[in-house]
Nanobody, 128 residues
Framework: QPQLVESGGGLVQPGGSLRLSCAASGFTLDYYAIGWFRQAPGKDREGVSYISSSGGSTNYADSVKGRFTISRDNAKNTVYLQMNSLKPEDTAVYYC?????????????????????WGQGTQVTVSS
């Protein structure tokens, strides 16, 4: 059964770092772009970062550009989100999601409705 499992969330002080992992099982990420989304209390879910199935194309929301880095290890069927210089406004539940593409495509969609598989989310709290 296809599944995405996020891990790596937690409580961190402002300026700190966390690395989120998104492990896929039941399907191979060679055919899927991955997006990281987040939802803060009382706010809509927003896209944070995207990576193509090839790993060669990435994109970031303006609010995290220069602080977050998305990467993938297809051999491990896992995608990562390295988050540095964290701010209180980064506090949210972070979700990874998978969108079907061709094999190792350079394409990644940004429309949330194109993401078919979703993880359960991991809480990130940035507070002193």
């Amino acid at each position: 059964q296809p599944q995405l499992v996020e891990s790596g969330g937690g409580l961190v002080q402002p300026g700190g770092s966390l690395r989120l992992s998104c492990a896929a099982s039941g399907f191979t990420l060679d055919y899927y772009a991955i997006g990281w989304f987040r939802q803060a209390p009382g706010k809509d879910r927003e896209g944070v970062s995207y990576i193509s199935s090839s790993g060669g194309s990435t994109n970031y929301a303006d609010s995290v550009k220069g602080r977050f880095t998305i990467s993938r290890d297809n051999a491990k069927n896992t995608v990562y989100l390295q988050m540095n210089s964290l701010k209180p406004e980064d506090t949210a539940v972070y979700y990874c999601a998978a969108a079907s593409t061709s094999y190792r495509s350079p394409y990644y969609p940004e429309a949330e409705h194109t993401y078919y598989y979703w993880g359960q989310g991991t809480q990130v709290t940035v507070s002193s």
